[in-house]
């Protein structure tokens, strides 16, 4: 079955960089794009940007425009999303998902399926 | 880009309808059709409830419908459940070519 599966909980400190994988399985993984999506303690959710997994092009939220590197590994299937120069508020679950690339007649809009969720924590 | 308005929260019984707003602007929902809706449990990913406005994905209850007017777009859940006890994001595309998601709705099921 289709499944984005994500690494590990992470503990940096502030002004450190952390990366996060997300493996996809069960389907061709260029065909979709993986767009990042985080959410803080208690809070909502929030779009970072997403990832072309064929080309490799992205585009980033303007918020996170000068912190955050996409990439992506097409012979094992797995997209990273690079975070930098960590604060404090940076501490939240981050979620990727997968978003399918157009076909000749339409386009796709919906996140699905999700990844189960890396937890990054920013504390001195 | 600013977050989509959504109530804080909204309850209501077993088997009683309740709806969700969700406010956006001329930039995304109001000129897009590709507004989503996700469920989230706690502790759990997010899980697609309905695309492109009103579309329901294969597998998603019949109890679960969306539409839009305007700039708001809304999610109905009839005939409630204690499952359906959650909270619920949506999202839209932009103009920006970005995504803009809601603040996110608490449903608790009486």
């Known amino acids: 079955q289709v499944q984005l599966v994500q690494s590990g909980a992470e503990v940096k400190k502030p002004g450190a960089s952390v990366k996060v994988s997300c493996k996809a399985s069960g389907y061709t993984f260029t065909d979709y794009y993986i767009h990042w999506v985080r959410q803080a303690p208690g809070q909502g959710l929030e779009w970072m940007g997403w990832i072309n997994t064929k080309h490799g092009g992205t585009k980033y939220a303007q918020e996170f425009q000068d912190r955050v590197t996409m990439t992506r590994d097409t012979s094992i299937s797995t997209a990273y999303m690079e975070l930098s120069r960590l604060r404090s508020d940076d501490t939240a679950l981050y979620y990727c998902?997968?978003?399918?690339?157009?076909?000749?007649?339409?386009?796709?809009?919906?996140?699905?399926?999700w990844g189960q969720g890396t937890l990054v924590t920013v504390s001195s | 880009q600013s977050a989509l308005t959504q109530p804080a929260s909204v309850s209501g019984s077993p088997g009683q309808s309740i709806t969700i707003s969700c406010t956006g602007t001329?930039?995304?929902?109001?000129?897009?059709?590709?507004v989503s809706w996700y469920q989230q449990h706690p502790g759990k990913a997010p899980k697609l409830m309905i695309s492109?406005?009103?579309d329901r994905p294969s597998g998603v209850s019949n109890r679960f419908s969306g539409s839009k007017s305007g700039n708001t777009a809304s999610l109905t859940i009839s005939g409630l459940q204690a499952e359906d006890e959650a909270d619920y994001y949506c999202?839209?595309?932009?103009?920006?070519?970005?995504?803009?998601f809601g603040g996110g709705t608490k449903l608790t099921v009486l």
């Open positions: 999202s839209s595309y932009t103009s920006s070519s970005t995504w803009v």
């Open positions: 998902a997968r978003l399918r690339v157009c076909s000749t007649t339409s386009c796709f809009y919906w996140f699905d399926p």
């Open positions: 492109d406005v009103s």
């Open positions: 001329s930039s995304d929902v109001g000129v897009y059709n590709y």
